[in-house]
């Protein structure tokens, strides 16, 4: 096979759309790189190799320090969906202030093609390298066109292995309980029927959560980016004898109940001498661990901390500093009947902290003094709990009640026990809180996961590329940011943003499109992310998402002409009229009455047969597993998908989504049941346009639907620009489109 070195030029741009199964073996007679170095006497090389293509990086093996002849053995199996000449293994030098390149091995992405296994001995090119120096290595290329799940769908056949290479396995036999906000009161949305003679029933959040917490004997553990002790989970009109977080679980505490928090440790908070901070972020969480501290409830605040092995001292500050902990889950025990108990746990989107609670009317000022009393919330811009607006905050939560609800606990268990040894920070000063974890094979009356059932870490991208290459009929995604896959913008392609999500949606419309198939995908974000849109870093990540959205709109334009379909006289029209000019920042608002409903889901639906629902965003940090920490539900139920019926399933998943488009569209239509239909996507289209309309008028009136096209115009070619006079957003302005600012740090990647 041909070896290149320096230049690519000779060689061929392939696409490879599929995974890539990789071994990163050995290194033989590697420089030693450390010989000039004064500071370090009597040590040599500590190597690593990482793997990239279209200089996105997708594999970056551990460090072994001082050798020259390291041996890795580290396999990676990763979904690749780029344009690219070759993949590249490089052989670095681990230093403390960062790394050296020692050579690379390049192997052709068109020999790849072939699907042969490509395996052996290759030279390691570039200095400092020396002839002799060689990388042990073997890359097969599987497309998606051979893969099961990429025809099939998630719930094909009877032993379905659901989502592949997921950390935790597929659990059979479990019931899991879908939620849209933290609550939902009843007959606020529409009944949707269901197989069998069922409805759905929309689920209230917040107070299945405390009704769980109360009734919880043994454990009670919560994970969060932010906890906050004076949240009231639930909320009868101001009722006083509604307990807040905190005297909830310190009540449970004193009953006997295991209490563990683990909460994110926002590095830019601090108490010294009484004074405390509430940081950057505005977590609380120094509050929350003052609140706790001298009770039996036990917390631990801790930073974000990069693996064993794998960074420089300055690439372990940057963790430190930039990321989070940004799980949030709840977990306890529950009556299982018999006298026997059971785990049950609450993963989603929802911390349970400040300017959660919300309702799907999303209220704006009426609630200042009753649900929203003394649980004021907006980041956008400054305001008073008295003036308002508040910020509307829409979110998607799940409950696990099964086998796999004991792997929510275990991710807790090995949170705790790290974080445990570390000990950051740690709010208790007696017994070790290494042993405040309850061990579930001793207490005797708590089913144990074999009772309950009827080695890489893996990023949490893949939850979501495997999901969208299952999809045969639509993709419905709601998410607080949506960008990614910089390696196929037509600039700052190395900007680091390089997730597949948007290429994998891209691709999968295009496919669509070249077999003559209907697929829709419909994807829900925030007007803007938090914070004033003029700021320059909300500007920054608008600017990628307007980039992410043109790579997507050319790779369909592209499409739609390879299979020769005119696409001129389906571009968008109908401009609005000119929108509100831009104010002061609180005076505009408060005069218009008017703003937008903050999106901060984590979720996708797949062919109304799998839901996915977590604490993941669609950015890098989320999704590049090395950086936030993230987790996710993925489920479906194998009686209600297109394979087992033959036809559109109606199950759970289905009403929840549902469910979703009628908070959304304010009510329901028998056309939104088919959402890849083109009918249906004229009909939400022309609905979201009229909304924008509505929003954006010089006189604001009540909105009964709150979805609204993202206001860009997209040309027959595929190009984005500005809606004519739309250029701004209403009232706090900031562009919508196309500022040029790009801040290249991870904070806002």
């Given at each position: 096979?041909?070896?290149?070195?320096s230049?690519?030029?000779?060689?061929?741009?392939?696409?490879?759309?599929?995974?890539?199964?990789?071994?990163?073996?050995e290194?033989?007679?590697?420089?030693?790189?450390d010989?000039?170095?004064?500071?370090?006497k009597?040590?040599?090389?500590?190597p690593?190799?990482t793997?990239?293509i279209?200089?996105?990086?997708?594999?970056?093996?551990?460090v072994?320090d001082?050798?020259?002849?390291?041996?890795?053995?580290?396999?990676?199996?990763?979904?690749?969906?780029?344009?690219?000449?070759?993949?590249?293994?490089?052989?670095?030098?681990?230093?403390?202030?960062?790394?050296?390149?020692?050579?690379?091995?390049?192997?052709?992405?068109?020999?790849?093609?072939s699907?042969?296994?490509i395996?052996g001995?290759?030279?390691?090119?570039?200095?400092?390298?020396e002839?002799?120096?060689v990388?042990?290595l073997?890359i097969?290329?599987?497309?998606?066109?051979r893969?099961?799940?990429?025809?099939?769908?998630?719930?094909?056949?009877?032993?379905?292995?659901?989502?592949p290479?997921?950390?935790f396995?597929?659990?059979?036999?479990?019931?899991?309980?879908?939620?849209?906000?933290?609550?939902?009161?009843d007959?606020?949305?529409?009944?949707?029927?269901?197989?069998?003679?069922?409805?759905?029933?929309?689920?209230?959040?917040w107070?299945?959560?405390?009704?769980?917490?109360?009734?919880?004997?043994?454990?009670?553990?919560?994970?969060?980016?932010?906890?906050?002790?004076?949240?009231?989970l639930v909320?009868?009109?101001?009722?006083?004898?509604?307990?807040?977080?905190?005297?909830?679980?310190?009540?449970?505490?004193?009953e006997?109940?295991?209490v563990?928090l683990?909460?994110?440790?926002?590095?830019?908070s601090?108490n010294?001498?009484?004074?405390?901070?509430c940081g950057l972020?505005?977590?609380?969480?120094?509050?929350t661990?003052?609140?706790?501290?001298?009770?039996s409830v036990?917390?631990?605040i801790c930073?974000?901390?990069c693996?064993k092995?794998?960074?420089s001292?300055?690439?372990?500050t940057?963790?430190k500093?930039?990321?989070?902990h940004?799980?949030?889950?709840?977990?306890?025990?529950a009556?299982?009947?018999q006298?026997?108990?059971?785990?049950?746990?609450?993963?989603?989107?929802l911390?349970?902290?400040k300017?959660?609670?919300?309702?799907?009317?999303?209220?704006?000022?009426?609630?200042?003094?009753?649900?929203?009393k003394?649980?004021?919330?907006?980041?956008c811009?400054?305001?008073?709990?008295?003036?308002?607006?508040?910020?509307?905050?829409?979110d998607?939560?799940?409950?696990?009640?099964?086998?796999?609800?004991?792997d929510v606990?275990?991710?807790?268990?090995?949170?705790?026990?790290?974080?445990?040894?570390?000990r950051?920070?740690i709010s208790?000063?007696?017994s070790s809180?290494?042993?405040?974890?309850?061990?579930i094979?001793?207490?005797?009356?708590?089913?144990g996961?074999?009772?309950?059932t009827?080695?890489?870490?893996?990023?949490?991208?893949?939850?979501?590329?495997?999901?969208?290459?299952?999809?045969?009929?639509?993709?419905?995604?709601?998410?607080?940011y949506?960008?990614?896959?910089?390696f196929?913008?037509?600039?700052?392609?190395?900007?680091?943003?390089?997730?597949?999500?948007?290429?994998?949606?891209?691709?999968?419309?295009?496919?669509?499109?070249?077999?003559?198939?209907?697929?829709?995908?419909?994807?829900?974000?925030?007007?803007w992310?938090?914070?004033?849109?003029?700021?320059?870093?909300?500007?920054?990540?608008l600017?990628?998402?307007?980039?992410?959205?043109?790579?997507?709109?050319?790779?369909?334009?592209?499409?739609?002409?390879?299979?020769?379909?005119?696409?001129s006289?389906h571009?968008?029209?109908?401009?609005?009229?000119?929108n509100?000019?831009p104010?002061?920042?609180q005076a505009?608002?408060?005069?218009?009455?008017?703003?937008?409903?903050?999106?901060?889901?984590?979720?996708?639906i797949?062919?109304?047969?799998?839901?996915?629902?977590?604490?993941?965003?669609?950015?890098?940090?989320?999704?590049?597993g090395?950086?936030?920490?993230?987790?996710?539900?993925?489920?479906?139920?194998?009686?209600?998908?297109w394979?087992?019926?033959?036809?559109?399933?109606?199950?759970?998943i289905?009403?929840?989504r549902?469910?979703?488009?009628a908070?959304?569209?304010?009510f329901?239509?028998?056309?939104?049941?088919?959402?890849?239909?083109?009918?249906?996507?004229?009909?939400?289209?022309?609905?979201?346009?009229?909304?924008?309309?509505q929003?954006?008028?010089?006189?604001?009136?009540?909105?009964?639907?709150?979805?609204?096209k993202?206001?860009?115009?997209?040309?027959?070619?595929?190009?984005?620009?500005?809606?004519?006079?739309?250029?701004?957003?209403?009232?706090l302005?900031?562009?919508?489109?196309?500022?040029?600012?790009v801040?290249?740090?991870?904070?806002?990647?």
């Amino acid at each position: 096979m041909s070896m290149e070195g320096s230049s690519n030029a000779s060689l061929r741009v392939v696409l490879l759309h599929g995974n890539l199964d990789i071994w990163v073996k050995e290194a033989k007679n590697l420089p030693n790189m450390d010989r000039f170095r004064r500071y370090k006497k009597n040590t040599t090389s500590d190597p690593y190799v990482t793997v990239s293509i279209a200089d996105a990086k997708i594999g970056t093996t551990f460090v072994i320090d001082n050798d020259e002849n390291p041996v890795w053995m580290q396999h990676f199996y990763v979904p690749v969906a780029h344009h690219a000449t070759v993949v590249k293994f490089v052989v670095k030098d681990n230093d403390r202030f960062g790394s050296r390149s020692i050579g690379d091995v390049r192997i052709p992405t068109e020999e790849l093609c072939s699907e042969n296994r490509i395996e052996g001995l290759f030279p390691i090119l570039g200095k400092p390298c020396e002839e002799g120096a060689v990388l042990s290595l073997a890359i097969q290329y599987t497309p998606v066109e051979r893969m099961r799940l990429y025809q099939t769908g998630v719930g094909y056949g009877n032993e379905c292995e659901g989502v592949p290479g997921t950390y935790f396995p597929l659990r059979k036999g479990g019931r899991v309980t879908l939620y849209q906000d933290a609550h939902v009161e009843d007959g606020t949305l529409p009944s949707v029927d269901l197989d069998g003679g069922m409805q759905y029933i929309h689920g209230k959040c917040w107070e299945d959560m405390a009704d769980a917490i109360r009734k919880a004997k043994n454990l009670i553990y919560i994970t969060g980016w932010s906890v906050y002790h004076p949240v009231r989970l639930v909320r009868r009109n101001n009722d006083p004898t509604d307990s807040t977080l905190g005297d909830l679980l310190k009540e449970k505490s004193q009953e006997g109940v295991r209490v563990l928090l683990l909460v994110w440790d926002d590095r830019t908070s601090w108490n010294f001498l009484g004074h405390r901070t509430c940081g950057l972020m505005k977590t609380n969480d120094e509050e929350t661990r003052h609140f706790f501290k001298n009770s039996s409830v036990q917390v631990i605040i801790c930073p974000r901390s990069c693996g064993k092995g794998l960074h420089s001292f300055v690439k372990k500050t940057e963790v430190k500093t930039y990321y989070t902990h940004h799980q949030k889950t709840v977990i306890v025990d529950a009556d299982a009947a018999q006298g026997r108990r059971k785990i049950v746990a609450f993963v989603g989107g929802l911390d349970v902290c400040k300017g959660r609670f919300d309702t799907p009317k999303h209220p704006l000022f009426t609630t200042l003094k009753t649900l929203h009393k003394d649980d004021f919330y907006n980041q956008c811009f400054g305001t008073t709990d008295d003036a308002g607006p508040r910020q509307p905050w829409h979110d998607l939560h799940s409950k696990i009640d099964g086998p796999a609800a004991y792997d929510v606990l275990a991710n807790f268990e090995q949170r705790w026990l790290e974080a445990s040894e570390k000990r950051h920070r740690i709010s208790i000063h007696r017994s070790s809180s290494k042993d405040a974890l309850l061990t579930i094979d001793i207490i005797s009356n708590i089913m144990g996961l074999l009772e309950a059932t009827s080695v890489i870490d893996n990023d949490p991208e893949s939850w979501n590329v495997q999901a969208i290459r299952s999809a045969q009929h639509f993709i419905y995604i709601e998410n607080q940011y949506f960008f990614g896959s910089s390696f196929n913008w037509d600039s700052h392609k190395k900007l680091g943003a390089n997730n597949l999500v948007p290429m994998e949606i891209a691709l999968k419309i295009a496919n669509k499109i070249r077999a003559r198939e209907d697929f829709a995908a419909y994807i829900v974000i925030p007007m803007w992310p938090e914070g004033n849109p003029t700021n320059i870093i909300v500007q920054s990540i608008l600017h990628y998402q307007y980039k992410t959205m043109q790579m997507m709109y050319r790779t369909i334009y592209e499409a739609l002409v390879e299979a020769g379909l005119d696409v001129s006289k389906h571009s968008s029209r109908n401009q609005p009229k000119k929108n509100a000019k831009p104010n002061a920042a609180q005076a505009q608002p408060l005069k218009s009455g008017r703003f937008m409903i903050y999106v901060h889901s984590k979720g996708m639906i797949v062919d109304d047969e799998f839901v996915l629902i977590g604490s993941a965003n669609i950015n890098q940090r989320s999704l590049e597993g090395s950086r936030d920490t993230e987790i996710a539900m993925g489920g479906y139920q194998p009686h209600h998908s297109w394979a087992k019926k033959g036809s559109r399933p109606r199950g759970q998943i289905f009403g929840y989504r549902m469910s979703l488009w009628a908070e959304h569209l304010g009510f329901l239509e028998e056309i939104f049941e088919k959402p890849e239909n083109i009918e249906c996507v004229r009909r939400v289209r022309r609905l979201s346009e009229l909304n924008w309309r509505q929003y954006a008028a010089e006189e604001v009136t009540e909105m009964t639907s709150h979805l609204l096209k993202y206001p860009v115009h997209v040309d027959w070619t595929g190009k984005v620009t500005s809606l004519p006079g739309c250029e701004t957003f209403p009232d706090l302005g900031g562009r919508i489109i196309d500022s040029g600012f790009v801040i290249k740090e991870n904070l806002t990647i």
